[in-house]
RNA sequence: CGGGGUGUGGCGCAGUUGGUAGCGCGCCGCGUUUGGGACGCGGAGGUCGUCCGUUCAAGUCGGAUCACCCCGACCA
């Protein structure tokens, strides 16, 4: 497994004088959320109107490198990725009745020319499926998952939480279907541990519950991912010991079935950040949708369903980890893993730190130099405001003593260190 | 969708009993500065969300409308 995100990291390793996006002393009055201020603020969205954000090129980089975590740990389970489309035929939501506003209050719906109605992607559980029709007709063709990373349009009723719950967000999604309910069942416990593997790579896991929800129309439980964070819109109840959590939308019937005690439950804010579904055969017989068994007879797939919420997660990292200086990125995702700053610009200083650029470059490691003509407070300010989590001083100082100044963004008081000790610390 | 609130240069704000818009940050120019968001001097930038009305006169008063935020309900 390479490093995240590496090949698009390596061709976007700039100067600040080259970024085009500002940071800003100042917040926008009509942002409350944490997430969405210190986004703003360091310039990684653009606030289009509510709910709505515009990912600038910082922004972009850290979905960018959290969808190559998440693309490696789905390929490793035999995810196939594609990219299923945005304007929708009502056809095929009809077959579930779920192209009725009553059924689903969230649609947004518009018109072709001709007056033919078309739906915009909210879910593509039923166009996934409809697709797959055209593909997949014998058990030997089975199982697959296929899976993307598709925008997805939900005309709620409130947008709030800045980039944690808008109208429009970036989901990956994934969609598998089984000849029997044994394999189905097997896969979704294989993406039950690539979800946790793809959480602790995000920096979460420890925070991050597998959570017994409401949802399976097959099942008595979904399971939801939730990571414990004030933010949060949802209420966890964990049992500690027993390492169980459940949503409060199913409180009564978990405490019931898994035999849990109301006292010894946590309550706990919380916010989801994946959701799986184990459909069986539903979906499958409702869209009329089927295979050839070994025995010739035609018979419905077994159907599951995989989400995380790529813009949520990155809305929770922020929250959950920013400190009164600013955003704080976990290594992985960070959107440049050095904030390289050159105090003084005199010919030395400044063909010293190109230096430390190109070889931090060469190693692989992306950086971002701030080589702009700004007093040191001012760029520390930056660094801190934007997170990144290694800043790198060349000055005079470091200079006459021929070394580095290393300090990682949580840390209280630089060091000073070599470059090849600094090259073995970030490559270890 | 119910309740509450806010709209004034790019951002944050002030604007008195109605009298024709101002401050901070940012931006442009010149100079002095350079280890935690420097300072001086000189500038640019606003039909005050929109529309209608009252008035000699509206940022200010009245009405409508749009947008945004918060709480609730709903939801990945």
Known sequence: MGEPGLAYAKLLTMKRTELFTKTS????????????????????????????YAYLPLGLRVLEKIKGIIREEMNAIGGQELLMTNLQPKAVWQTTQRWDDNIVDIWFKTKLQSGEDIGLAWSHEEPIMNMLRDYVHSYKDLPVAVYQFQTKLRNELRAKSGI????????????SVHATKEDLDDFYNQTIEAYKRVYDRLGIGNLTYVTFASGGAFTKFSHEFQTLCEAGEDWLYLDRERNIAVNEEVLDDAVKELGLSKDKLEKLRSAEVGNIFNFGTDKAEQMGITFADQDNTQKPFYYGSYGIGVTRVMGVIAELFADDRGLVWPDNIAPYRVYLVNIGNSPEVLARTQAVYDALQESGIDVLWDDREARPGEKFADGDLMG???????????????????????????????LEELLNRLTA
């Open 25 to 52: 002393k100042t917040v926008p009055a009509d942002e409350t959320a944490l997430n969405a201020k210190l986004l703003i603020r360091a310039g990684y969205v653009h606030k289009e109107m509510a709910g709505v």
């Open 164 to 175: 944690m719950r808008g109208r429009e967000f970036l989901m990956k999604d994934m969609y």
């Open 388 to 418: 990144i989590p290694h800043r790198v001083v060349i000055s005079e100082k470091t200079m006459a003593s021929d070394s580095l100044e290393y300090k990682g963004r949580t840390d209280e008081t630089p060091i000073n260190t070599s």
